[in-house]
């Protein structure tokens, strides 16, 4: 039982480059996550995903898209990557007891 | 915008003292969470208190919640040099439940051996 797995752990990007922040749960839960953590900010909620097919934007969507591949699978993508997007990214599930699971995190730079 | 607030930000204890934070919040809630982070790592959840609790206990944790103040102490008991980490709470509004959990931003504690 992995629990929740993040790919990659690091990452370095220039401006402007696209890429896509991997994450996958075998707990079968519905209800899937993306956060970015920022020194002294804690953690801000980018887009969830409550169930299988549908997406919702979270309180710091804008420059990223997400696709709920299946109920495994949740991917975070940058389109065109910025400076201010440098930040810890964390992805989690949760089941039925509102308790969130979080991945390790990718730490993304971008130059 | 951050729902929570922690204070303090920074707390230095010795080993085998108690290390009490607190979590105030803006809106009314379904529930309250404690989680760790060290350094590094993913968040762990350590504990969950409903609204219409008052006070749950879990090993060396303690959590209080006050509905009518908006909000809540982690207590940890006999800390330990491993207890060094970072705690976050973070709250799960009434309105529209979809699980969206809404952070503070962290109290980092230093425990000294």
């Known amino acids: 039982n992995a629990g929740v797995t993040q790919t990659p752990k690091f990452q370095v990007l220039k401006t402007g480059q696209s890429m896509t922040l991997q994450c996958a749960q075998d707990?079968?839960?519905?209800?899937m996550y993306w956060y970015r953590q920022d020194p002294g900010m804690g953690l801000r909620l980018i887009y969830y995903?409550?169930?299988?097919?549908?997406?919702d934007k979270g309180e710091v969507p804008n420059g990223y898209n997400v696709s709920r591949l299946n109920k495994r699978e949740f991917s975070l993508r940058l389109e065109s990557a910025a400076p201010s997007q440098t930040s810890v990214y964390f992805c989690a599930s949760m089941g039925l007891t509102d308790t969130q699971y979080f991945g390790p995190g990718t730490r993304l730079t971008v130059l | 915008s951050q729902q929570g607030e922690e204070d303090p930000q920074a707390l230095s204890i010795q080993e085998g003292e108690n290390a009490t934070m607190n979590c105030s919040y803006k809106?009314?809630?379904?529930?309250l969470q404690w989680y760790r982070q060290n350094s590094g790592r993913g968040l762990v959840h350590l504990i969950l208190i409903r609204s219409n609790e008052r006070e749950k206990h879990s090993g060396r944790l303690r959590v209080t919640l006050d509905t009518s103040k908006k909000s809540s102490s982690l207590l940890i008991t006999a800390s330990r040099a491993a207890d060094t980490a970072s705690y976050f709470c973070?709250?799960?509004?009434?309105?529209?439940?979809?699980?969206?959990?809404?952070f503070g931003q962290g109290t980092t504690l230093q425990v000294k051996p």
């Open positions: 809106t009314s809630i379904n529930n």
């Open positions: 707990m079968n839960h519905n209800s």
């Open positions: 995903s409550a169930s299988e097919g549908t997406t």
């Open positions: 973070a709250t799960v509004p009434n309105s529209g439940n979809t699980g969206k959990l809404i």
